[in-house]
């Protein structure tokens, strides 16, 4: 499993985060985020999945975990966990399509189960993001001492927490420039002040976990390869937009919280996953290095669901909530 695809599912982690909030936590002032949370949890989900499909080698043995049970594999948990939670975001997704084609019989049923759906999404979608950290548990000989951790699966449903609400923050303001439209500056300036919490919680397990182990402590005073890119990762993705999104004025500004949840996703995300699943792991006797090819596959893929984001806000009623909400003004 690559750096890529962990990578579209840490940041999926918008889906269960936001419903969350929502219907869990009755934070209503994020509300119209929802549907776009959840399109956008759809789309990596299904991004992830597809790019396994290909990456099998052997296409057809996607579907093995349906009639094939090992109870004991972690990955038999992790491909269920992604064939449910894909059902339960297509099926949070289905009501655009009612509204869009004005069948409000249906919808109304929709409506009375949403509750139900995302109360099992939030749960399959944690299930799946601790399953995913837990599968490097098995490699604590062929795993650099500073990403490995007993604690890999609670590290992992934290990131997705944060990296989910960043690429709403990125998301919302590129739609924003791309539509013409103002960002609801105020709500994400809300969303970041709510990642503070979460980047915490993880930061201060980072280091409670590296002093924890002696291991740990020594591949850090080794000040290697290793090292440096850790520190980037902790320090460039994590206690830097600590630091920002607690200054207001940053926080209220359009190009302020999109560097700091640009830096969220980069680095707290997308370098921690690149880490963890390629330059942690010793890949002897036959070496691993990605070659320009696989990194040319990523940044397509990443064009390629966005166009498909696009599109869908243009077909189905995933924005209209903003059309007659705009609390701010773009700086």
């Known amino acids: 499993m690559d750096s890529s695809q962990t990578f579209f599912v840490v940041s999926a982690g918008c889906g269960f985060v936001l419903t969350g909030m929502v219907y869990v936590f009755k934070m209503e002032r994020f509300r119209p985020f929802v549907r ?27 579907a093995h975990p349906i009639w094939m049970h090992n109870y004991h594999s972690i990955l038999f948990e992790v491909a269920w966990c992604v064939i449910l939670y894909l059902t ?20 109304a049923v929709f409506k009375k189960l949403t509750p139900a759906f995302v109360i099992t999404g939030i749960i399959l979608s944690v299930l799946h993001q601790s399953s995913l950290g837990s599968l490097f548990v098995v490699a604590p000989y062929k795993m650099n001492h500073l990403w490995y951790s007993p604690w890999i699966g609670p590290f992992f449903i934290i990131s997705a927490a944060f990296c989910g609400m960043a690429l709403i923050i990125v998301v919302e303001l590129l739609m924003a420039i791309f539509n013409k439209t103002r960002a609801p500056i105020d709500r994400l300036s809300d969303l970041g002040k709510y990642s503070v ?29 290793f090292t440096f890119l850790f520190i980037a990762e902790i320090g460039l993705g994590i206690a830097l937009p600590i630091i920002l999104y607690m200054n207001r004025k940053i926080r209220k500004s359009t190009r302020g919280l999109g560097l700091t949840a640009g830096l969220v996703l980069l680095f707290g995300g997308g370098l921690n996953r690149f880490n963890v699943s390629v330059i942690a792991i010793d890949h002897s006797p036959l070496g691993y290095t990605p070659t320009l090819v696989e990194y040319l596959y990523v940044l397509s893929i990443i064009i390629i669901t966005a166009g498909v984001y696009i599109i869908t806000t243009r077909l189905f009623p995933v924005r209209e909530t903003f059309n007659s909400i705009s609390d701010s003004k773009a700086p």
């Open 197 to 225: 919490p979460i980047l915490g919680l993880y930061l201060g397990f980072k280091i409670m976990d590296i002093l924890e182990r002696s291991n740990a402590r020594d591949a850090f005073l080794s000040f290697d390869l």
């Open 36 to 62: 776009s949370a959840a399109l956008l949890g759809l789309i990596g989900y299904s991004t992830f999945a597809l790019t396994l499909i290909f990456e099998l080698g052997w296409p057809w043995r996607i």
């Open 88 to 107: 339960i975001l297509f099926l949070e997704f289905v009501p655009n399509m009612f509204e869009r084609f004005k069948m409000s019989k249906i919808l």
